[in-house]
């Protein structure tokens, strides 16, 4: 797999399709991979493919350092896959204007990542170059797809709000959550905006909750987890908990599921008379 | 221990509207022993505080020889800035301060003094223009070239004036083309073009500027075309800050923290600052 | 002075400092994070890690603290100075490069004028520091002048001399202090040389070379190159131990407001934005640059110290595996050829 990967990055630079390929290269201990950016053909034996591939490399998508260097192709697994799907729904990319490496994947993360328990985009859904044998996608329950939250929805109304306090005392505001989800793409974050003062920048309760909320919200009906918030939180908030949360809230009441389908129309950005519109009453 | 970030206290004891959006304060010490104790020089800047808001950074723009008071200028810029223009005469602004370094004025003196400025960038030469005229016997001619985009954006427009009137001063102001009224008697053009025609003589001169990042890259070569010597000409930098005493790490260029090391820097110090404008 | 301490005897003085009115704070285990934070009792305490997840400079710049408070009637304002902010604590089980932090960071906090938070903070609050008897490849503390038994900012230094015993050595007065205040909790000094149990820390960049390029290469292609994969977050700069920036904001209600000191870090765009928009490091290399070229340049010709204690954590905690031991690698064997190594 890694050599058909490395071929088709040589390929794809040498032609010109592309001035470079985000991909994931080695990392500074073996249990890590790092995101590489290859606009040498001759420098494509350094992309590989491991189980410790977890970036998702579509967030390089937001970034002007990366953007920089010209048309890309992202070695995307079938999640971060999805969020290609969201970002052209939202406007943020064209289509024509990226090129897609899909790889096939059976689960990344030591231990395993908690998004691929229920995986259901082995191979990804959009790409224009598949590598790897096409696995025939599985598909699962609404409760399988959400059993990461039985055991939170089982808890009181107090005891969830004493558990995310908990969670969110922790946060040192370092924004690592939002820089590194590739659907958080404004240019000014409401966090940056201090007229009026949306947010306390403090790192105190109020701020924290009022920060991670926020995030959270903004992520409702497009966040495609692929919980990249979650593995670089340095202070180990299950931030994926309350994206998954509200996805399936989003999944129950608009039968909407983010990134999934390029033609589906945005949960939040779609106006319809027979809207369930029970969560405002 | 004293609190180094406690601000004193002080009330707005007049507004002056300069310009669309540029206002300043004149402010006096709620406590007389600290108004009594305070001494700054021209060139340093201070943090004021809109209590609720935060604080912002300028210079201070009067003279340390009018010492009764301590006035600034600022224009509606951000969250602090709008704040504080919201204040009026009687209310209480916090200020901390001075910090920064000083415009080195005994070291000219029996020297002629070339003041360039531009926009809102003259509140911190008006502080050392009107030192030096306090002090004028000590200096030989002063000239002071000041330009806006409009004639409404003119600061100090009295004082202008009165700079007019005086015949030891040789003010030359302009507007950049367009901008530019009826009535308007100054010249229209840029900055740098203006100094270029005024072509004060750069022998035994020191030229201080301030203005605009564009405004000074075009009018520091100007000056070494007339003859000006990189370490005769002034210039005072901002960058953002928050704390004002080399604590909070955001303001340095290079090495350099402006905060601590400026704002008052000679063009020469400047060229060898690493390019982080 | 020197003495041994029991593991046995953990809880007699970790009781012991409670009485004597000192809080404790000490490595504890929460789920997946080893972190430093305020212990009551002995067996909370974790000693099986190589590094705490939180540094040690959270008890000394908190993450966000108030400066002052105020008042607003009408248009007076009256001003209120915090109190009882330096709480007399003993740190227990912080690692070496941690506590060495402290003294390179009181440089910056005297600068010329004092910030009493810092200061009397540091008065009040005793280090004592368990050498590291396991290190992983993040760590290079050997590589800033530093060991893994440095003893630069310790008041007491604790090395591991068997599975149930560590030699105490006091470092300063005060250390000596609360060794006195608790006699009955520590033995005499073992006879003989101890069998000192100390981590061996693969020493990974020649530190001298660091500064002379530096000096030469603010204009380098190679900024660029280790940073694109940088998504600038502020992980790095508020899990390091000597990264001290912050910023001032106010919090106000109607009347009552606070004014707060917060962590902020130079790898955010908006640390440097002008309210005019423009922005001095507008582009993730330049912030990159700041950020090494602070530790390694700026601190040095200020202060005379690196402000790398060479813990790891910036390295540990990226999100995009960007490695600051291996840029400063990459940088000491340059030798200042125009073609940098890449590692990319």
Known sequence: ???????????????????????????????????????????????????????????????????????????????????????????????????????????????????????????????????????GNKEFSFEERYAELDEYE??????????????????????????????????????????????????????????????????????????????????????NLLNKKLAKETEKNFKYRSGYNVDDELAMATYKEDDNQDFIK | MDNIYTP????????????????????????????????????????????????STFCIASSPTRKDYVECTFRQAGRVTNAL??????????????YG????????????????????????????????????????????????????????????????ARDDVNLVTTVDPGGETPDWTGKVGFVPTVVEETAPDSKDTIAIVCGPPIMIKFTLPVLEKLGFKQDKVYTTLENRMKCGLGKCGRCNIGCTYICKEGPVFTAEEISKMPDEF | MEKTLKKEKLNSLITGLKDKGYKTIAPKKDNNLITLCEIQEADEIHFDHVQTNNSIKEYFLPKTEKILSYTIEKTKVSIEEPEGFAVKSVVFGSRPCDAASLPIMDKVFNWDCTDKFWIERREAITIVTIACDKCDSYCFCTSVCLAPDAKQGSDVLLTKISDDEYLV?????????????????????????????????????????VKPWLDENFVHKIWAEFSTKCIGCGACTFVCPTCHCFDIVDECTMSKGDRVKNWDGCQFKMFTLHTSGHNPRSTQDQRWRQRIMHKFKYYVEKFDNILCVGCGRCSRVCPADMNISEMLEIISTDEGQPEPVSKE
Request: aromatic share 10%; hydrophobic share 35%.
């Open chain 3, 169 to 209: 050595e006091t470092e300063t007065e005060k250390g000596e202090g609360l060794i006195k205040e608790l006699e009955t909790v520590f033995s005499e000094p073992p006879s003989g040389t101890p069998d000192r149990q100390v981590a061996t820390v693969e020493k990974k960049f020649e530190i001298d070379k």
């Open chain 1, 154 to 239: 089982k808890l009181s109304e107090q005891e969830k709000w004493d558990f995310w306090q908990k969670q969110f005392e922790k946060c040192i505001k370092c924004y690592a959550c939002s820089s590194i989800c590739p659907l958080c793409f404004c240019d000014r974050c409401i966090v940056d905006k201090n007229q009026p003062q949306w947010i306390d920048p403090s790192a105190h309760p109020r701020g924290n909750l009022s920060w991670n909320v926020t995030r959270a919200y903004h992520l409702a009906g497009r966040c495609i987890n692929c919980e990249e918030c979650q593995r670089v939180c340095p202070a180990d908030i299950p931030l």
């Open chain 1, 1 to 135: 797999m890694i050599e058909a990967l490395r071929k088709k990055a040589e390929e794809l630079l040498k032609n010109k399709t592309v001035d470079v390929v985000y991909g994931y290269g080695e990392g500074s201990v073996p249990e890590r991979t790092r995101p590489v950016f290859i606009t040498k053909p001759e420098d494509v034996n350094k992309l590989t493919w491991n189980k410790y591939c977890v970036y998702n490399l579509t967030t390089y998508l937001k970034k002007q350092e990366s953007r920089k260097l010209g048309k890309p192709a992202i070695v995307v697994k079938g999640c971060d896959a999805k969020t290609i799907t969201v970002l052209i729904k939202e406007s943020q990319i064209k289509r024509e204007d990226i090129y897609i490496i899909g790889v096939t994947c059976t689960g990344i993360g030591d231990p395993p990542a908690t998004k691929c328990k229920a995986c259901d985009v082995n191979t990804p859904l959009i790409y224009d170059e598949l590598i790897g044998e096409k696995i």
């Open chain 2, 8 to 55: 004193y206290l002080m009330n707005i004891s007049d507004v002056t509207d300069e310009a669309p959006g540029v206002r300043t304060f004149r402010l006096n010490f709620q406590n007389e022993d600290e108004g009594k104790n305070f001494k700054f020089q021209a060139g340093q800047f201070a943090l004021y505080s809109a209590f609720g808001y935060g604080e």
């Open chain 2, 85 to 98: 223009s919201e204040l009026n005469a009687g209310d209480t602004i916090g200020f901390r301060g001075p």
């Open chain 2, 101 to 164: 370094n000083v415009f080195p004025i005994e070291e000219w003196e029996g020297k002629n003094l070339v003041f360039v400025a531009g926009g809102i960038a003259l509140p911190p030469l008006r502080s050392v223009i009107w030192n030096c005229l306090d002090l004028r016997d000590k200096y030989k001619n002063i000239t002071i070239v000041y330009g806006a985009k409009t004639v409404a954006d003119l600061v100090y427009k009295n004082e202008l004036k009165e700079w007019t």
